[in-house]
């Protein structure tokens, strides 16, 4: 059983990957935001507090449905920001518990790149007022401007994607890469 974690800090392309290789792998796609958006658009939009404590809810419903997933011996695809505070002992626990095989995908661009995906995110309505990212989008810059994040500690493979210009055939590749680390 395959799971694979598509982590990377905000604007690095993690959800597009993520929604372009979950079908090439044949495996069910959760993303932190879409959750997320959801309790937004059901409970309401406030501020950047409110915003913070809806991230929590989002991944309690998330470890009920992914565990639920492994139980049944399912394996998935789950886009995030992954928190290593938070979500390395869970997903080491779940590797030995369930018998999954875990591969993190790490996106990572250049600085700049993320940058301005994010201004134009927040600029074009894209990205769900919910958030709050447009409330003081310079508060972002360092942390956007580093590109990337480190991966989980999970001892598994780490397979980094830098995704500071398109390429159309990147999760074809991907998933053919990861097709062949699931039979292994």
């Known amino acids: ?3 694979v974690l598509v982590n990377g800090i905000s604007a690095t392309g993690k959800t597009t990957l993520a929604r372009e290789l979950a079908p090439l792998l044949g495996l069910p796609l959760f993303t932190k935001d879409d959750v997320k958006e959801r309790l937004f658009d059901d ?23 992914l565990e639920t997933l492994l139980r049944a011996g399912v394996g998935f695809v789950m886009e995030a920001n992954f928190n290593p505070q938070f979500d390395t002992a869970k997903y080491r626990d779940w590797a030995e518990s369930y018998g999954a095989k875990i591969v993190q995908v790490l996106c990572v661009a250049d600085g700049e790149v993320v940058f301005e995906r994010f201004k134009a995110r927040v600029a074009d ?3 769900h007022p919910g958030h709050c990212d447009g409330d003081n989008i310079e ?13 989980l500690d999970l001892g598994g493979r780490v397979i980094e994607v830098d995704t500071t210009h398109p390429e159309p055939d990147r999760a074809r590749r991907l998933a053919d890469e990861l097709h062949g680390h699931d039979q292994s």
């Open 139 to 151: 508060r972002w810059r360092d942390y956007l401007m580093n590109g990337r994040c480190e991966p």
């Open 125 to 127: 309505g894209s990205r």
């Open 1 to 3: 059983m395959l799971i």
């Open 43 to 65: 409970l309401g939009v406030r501020d950047r507090e409110w915003a913070h404590h809806l991230s929590g809810t989002t991944h309690a419903v998330m470890n009920y449905v």
